[in-house]
């Protein structure tokens, strides 16, 4: 079995190159917003509707009008542009179709473009562009060279298309490649059923609990240093600009941190079970805010932001990810089951009671008074209804 899986490296180009690197981010910038105002405006002075074929097309008049410009750079890449420009109009008219807060398309600006995507590798990129060189590895990207990549690890299957990304003072590229070889591992034997939660990011219905760091929480302090220190900074400044880099750079190192410790942990949840079965969670409505209208102000509405924040720091969605890759990889199941009154069902007799939760780590049923850590009994809930639909499908 083969699956799709990506690769990032971190880019080392010299000091012409990285001047290069970020005038192909501005002027792809610049085509995203100006794609952006012929569509605004033809629909504004005529009722057009302007796609991305006609976008394209105009794409060949743009290069030649500018050749020390936009006709640097790849013509593929700058398809890949307008591409991202047509996907954000077609995700704003789905949201308006099915009635949900439709969020028009933005202009970009600097600071909110840093990823260039070549659709295919050979059109105007090129991966291990060096192959005779003993020591190292490049990718050639059009208009920029041959960059220097570090790369630690290594690359798997065909790659397909190639991003250059900006975190930073730092350059990336990201390598998309299809028919990566599975890595299954030998069968265990055992399921499990998984609670996520923020006490324990997960709690098995084994009883084993993986800790959640609280990665942000760890770094709050530093955190409201840098954020009072970039309040007091004058817009423009070279010391602002300084200040939104340390800002910027303390979030970073979290999403780093929260990343390995969710790779670290659905990687031990794979080796060690066969089947694993979780909660299927909207995290978007879970985190929504209670603070309601003027007219109907909500209720709790700091402790439900303070909620909200540990459930987003433990970053449930970006486990769930990870899991669900690693175990296609690996040669796992995984079930995703509706969460409703997976913890407050006791998992001894079923008896469904709000009651039965007396606190948020105990659990003690009403009616046969079965008592359990709640969360351990929501797992083992969670691993019932996953055998069960696995049953059902069996039969099916």
Same mark, same amino acid.
């Given at each position: 079995?083969?699956?799709?899986?990506?690769?990032?490296?971190?880019?080392?180009? %010299?000091?012409?190159?990285?001047?290069?690197?970020?005038?192909?981010?501005?002027?792809?910038?610049?085509?995203?917003?100006?794609?952006?105002?012929?569509?605004? %405006?033809?629909?504004?002075?005529?009722?057009?509707?302007?796609?991305?074929?006609?976008?394209?097309?105009?794409?060949?008049?743009?290069?030649?009008?500018?050749?020390?410009?936009?006709?640097?750079?790849?013509?593929?890449?700058?398809?890949? @542009?307008?591409?991202?420009?047509?996907? /954000?109009?077609?995700?704003?008219?789905?949201?308006?179709?099915?009635?949900? %807060?439709?969020?028009?398309?933005?202009?970009?600006?600097?600071?909110?473009?840093?990823?260039?995507?070549?659709?295919?590798?050979?059109?105007?990129?090129?991966? $291990?562009?060096?192959? !005779?060189?003993?020591? =190292?590895?490049?990718?050639?990207?059009?208009?920029?060279?041959?960059?220097?990549?570090?790369?630690?690890?290594?690359?798997?299957?065909?790659?397909?298309?190639?991003?250059?990304?900006? !975190?930073?003072?730092?350059?990336?590229?990201?390598?998309?490649?299809?028919?990566?070889?599975?890595?299954?591992?030998? *069968? %265990?034997?055992?399921?499990?059923?998984?609670?996520?939660?923020?006490?324990?990011?997960?709690?098995?219905?084994?009883?084993?609990?993986? /800790? +959640?760091?609280?990665?942000?929480? /760890?770094?709050?302090?530093?955190?409201? /240093?840098?954020?009072?220190?970039?309040?007091?900074?004058?817009?423009?400044?070279?010391?602002?600009?300084?200040?939104?880099?340390?800002?910027?750079?303390?979030?970073?190192?979290?999403?780093?941190?929260?990343?390995?410790?969710?790779?670290?942990?659905?990687?031990?949840?794979?080796?060690?079970?066969?089947?694993?079965?979780?909660?299927?969670?909207?995290?978007?409505?879970?985190?929504?805010? =209670?603070?309601? @209208?003027?007219?109907?102000?909500?209720?709790?509405?700091?402790?439900?932001?303070?909620?909200?924040?540990?459930?987003? $720091?433990?970053?449930?969605?970006?486990?769930?990810?990870?899991?669900?890759?690693?175990? !296609?990889?690996?040669?796992?199941?995984?079930?995703?089951? +509706?969460? *409703?009154?997976?913890?407050? @069902?006791?998992?001894?007799?079923?008896?469904?009671?709000?009651? +039965?939760?007396?606190?948020?780590?105990?659990? *003690?049923?009403?009616?046969?008074?079965?008592?359990?850590?709640?969360?351990?009994?929501?797992?083992? +809930?969670?691993?019932?209804?996953?055998?069960?639909?696995?049953?059902?499908?069996?039969?099916?």
């Amino acid at each position: 079995m083969a699956v799709r899986r990506s690769y990032k490296y971190l880019l080392r180009p %010299t000091s012409k190159q990285a001047a290069a690197l970020t005038q192909c981010l501005e002027d792809h910038r610049q085509l995203y917003n100006a794609a952006m105002e012929h569509r605004r %405006t033809a629909y504004a002075k005529a009722g057009a509707s302007i796609r991305y074929g006609e976008q394209s097309a105009d794409l060949k008049h743009i290069r030649a009008d500018d050749p020390g410009g936009q006709g640097r750079w790849s013509f593929s890449s700058q398809q890949a @542009t307008l591409r991202r420009l047509d996907k /954000a109009f077609r995700a704003f008219f789905d949201r308006v179709r099915t009635g949900r %807060t439709p969020g028009f398309p933005r202009f970009k600006g600097r600071g909110w473009f840093d990823t260039v995507e070549w659709p295919k590798d050979g059109d105007g990129c090129r991966w $291990d562009s060096q192959p !005779e060189h003993p020591a =190292a590895s490049y990718v050639r990207l059009q208009g920029i060279g041959h960059v220097r990549v570090h790369q630690h690890r290594p690359v798997k299957g065909r790659v397909k298309t190639i991003s250059v990304k900006r !975190e930073g003072s730092r350059w990336y590229v990201v390598l998309s490649c299809d028919d990566v070889p599975a890595e299954p591992l030998p *069968a %265990t034997g055992a399921v499990a059923g998984v609670d996520l939660g923020v006490a324990s990011l997960v709690t098995t219905s084994d009883g084993e609990r993986l /800790a +959640n760091p609280r990665h942000l929480a /760890a770094t709050a302090d530093r955190l409201a /240093a840098a954020q009072r220190d970039l309040a007091c900074k004058k817009r423009g400044s070279k010391r602002r600009r300084e200040a939104v880099a340390r800002v910027a750079a303390l979030y970073r190192t979290v999403r780093r941190q929260r990343l390995d410790h969710a790779h670290k942990a659905a990687l031990a949840l794979v080796r060690d079970y066969d089947l694993i079965v979780h909660e299927d969670l909207r995290i978007a409505n879970i985190t929504r805010s =209670a603070s309601g @209208t003027i007219d109907a102000p909500g209720r709790n509405v700091a402790a439900k932001a303070g909620l909200n924040r540990s459930i987003l $720091d433990a970053g449930w969605g970006v486990f769930l990810t990870i899991l669900a890759h690693k175990a !296609e990889s690996a040669g796992r199941e995984l079930i995703a089951v +509706n969460p *409703a009154n997976t913890s407050r @069902t006791c998992a001894r007799c079923g008896h469904v009671a709000k009651e +039965n939760r007396l606190t948020q780590a105990e659990f *003690a049923c009403t009616a046969c008074g079965h008592a359990a850590h709640a969360d351990v009994n929501a797992a083992v +809930n969670i691993l019932r209804a996953g055998l069960a639909l696995r049953q059902a499908a069996e039969a099916a």
